[in-house]
């Protein structure tokens, strides 16, 4: 069976959003063909206080955490932006990335068989390769309250090893069960949205923390502006802070906005 890498129309989408329970009121589907980023779209429309799922079916300027490219070339995976207006306080939103990562690992392991685990802060990775990554940003109000939020997920879907970087796979890659991507998008739209109105998302922090557990022990490279140096990933916080024992012993906290990880 072959994997699908026909372009994503609006009415396939809408199709497989209502499958999901999802209806158009709830939220606004817009699908393109070609985009520099869904994020930059979704910011674009903010202004019309409409929940909204913007679509690509390839980006051009494809980015992650710290200004790095994603490759987001035509029909090879998923590349969608959920822009939200959450209640939320900002110091709280880099939750936002820990829900839409269990939200897209139960998305693959819905309509792949894959299991991908979460590599803090915000990526899902299949042995010690990257499948998926995840982006938010959002706006602060006039008060002080977060205004908007965008949640950008790039899921490799399609591509084989011979065409990905070295650190990256796909789930074509890993043997996983074809499926439509326009599937694969309403199913982390499903997982997501009772996610971001849930009056308590304790339950789904500590479900992130339990898929982030094949990290515990690994020993990785913590990078900073102005320092790099090896460690042991002990674990990770209930404020979402990274906790690591550097070379010398010293056990260090890290924020997510300020740090990225690479596995030695």
């Given at each position: 069976?072959?994997?699908?890498?026909?372009?994503?129309?609006?009415?396939?989408?809408?199709?497989?959003?209502?499958?999901?329970?999802?209806?158009?009121?709830?939220?606004?589907?817009?699908?393109?063909?070609?985009?520099?980023?869904?994020?930059?779209?979704?910011?674009?429309?903010?202004?019309?206080?409409?929940?909204?799922?913007?679509?690509?079916?390839?980006?051009?300027?494809?980015?992650?955490?710290?200004?790095?490219?994603?490759?987001?070339?035509?029909?090879?995976?998923?590349?969608?932006?959920?822009?939200?207006?959450?209640?939320?306080?900002?110091?709280?939103?880099?939750?936002?990335?820990?829900?839409?990562?269990?939200?897209?690992?139960?998305?693959?392991?819905?309509?792949?068989?894959?299991?991908?685990?979460?590599?803090?802060?915000?990526?899902?990775?299949?042995?010690?390769?990257?499948?998926?990554?995840?982006?938010?940003?959002?706006?602060?109000?006039?008060?002080?309250?977060?205004?908007?939020?965008?949640?950008?997920?790039?899921?490799?879907?399609?591509?084989?090893?011979?065409?990905?970087?070295?650190?990256?796979?796909?789930?074509?890659?890993?043997?996983?069960?074809?499926?439509?991507?326009?599937?694969?998008?309403?199913?982390?739209?499903?997982?997501?949205?009772?996610?971001?109105?849930?009056?308590?998302?304790?339950?789904?922090?500590r479900e992130y923390i339990e898929r982030a557990k094949p990290i515990i022990g690994k020993e990785v490279t913590v990078t900073r502006a102005d320092e790099s140096y090896p460690a042991t990933v002990?674990?990770?916080?209930?404020?979402?802070?990274?906790?690591?024992?550097?070379?010398?012993?010293?056990?260090?906290?890290?924020?997510?906005?300020?740090?990225?990880?690479?596995?030695?």
């Open positions: 069976m072959k994997f699908d890498v026909q372009k994503i129309s609006r009415e396939e989408l809408c199709s497989y959003l209502k499958a999901a329970g999802i209806d158009e009121n709830e939220i606004r589907p817009l699908v393109f063909d070609t985009v520099d980023s869904t994020n930059t779209v979704a910011r674009g429309e903010a202004c019309k206080k409409i929940p909204t799922l913007v679509v690509a079916n390839a980006q051009t300027g494809g980015r992650g955490r710290l200004g790095r490219s994603f490759a987001c070339p035509d029909g090879a995976g998923v590349y969608m932006s959920l822009l939200i207006y959450p209640d939320f306080p900002p110091s709280e939103a880099s939750r936002l990335t820990c829900l839409a990562a269990v939200a897209t690992a139960r998305a693959i392991e819905k309509t792949s068989e894959l299991q991908p685990y979460v590599k803090w802060v915000n990526d899902l990775y299949v042995g010690n390769k990257k499948l998926c990554g995840i982006l938010t940003e959002g706006s602060v109000d006039a008060h002080g309250g977060l205004a908007y939020a965008v949640i950008g997920i790039g899921i490799n879907v399609h591509r084989t090893e011979g065409e990905l970087p070295e650190i990256a796979t796909s789930i074509e890659a890993e043997g996983g069960r074809p499926t439509k991507r326009a599937r694969l998008i309403a199913e982390v739209v499903a997982e997501l949205l009772p996610m971001l109105t849930a009056k308590n998302t304790e339950e789904y922090f002990l674990g990770i916080e209930q404020d979402g802070r990274l906790s690591v024992k550097d070379a010398d012993g010293k056990i260090r906290l890290l924020g997510s906005g300020e740090v990225s990880l690479s596995f030695i």
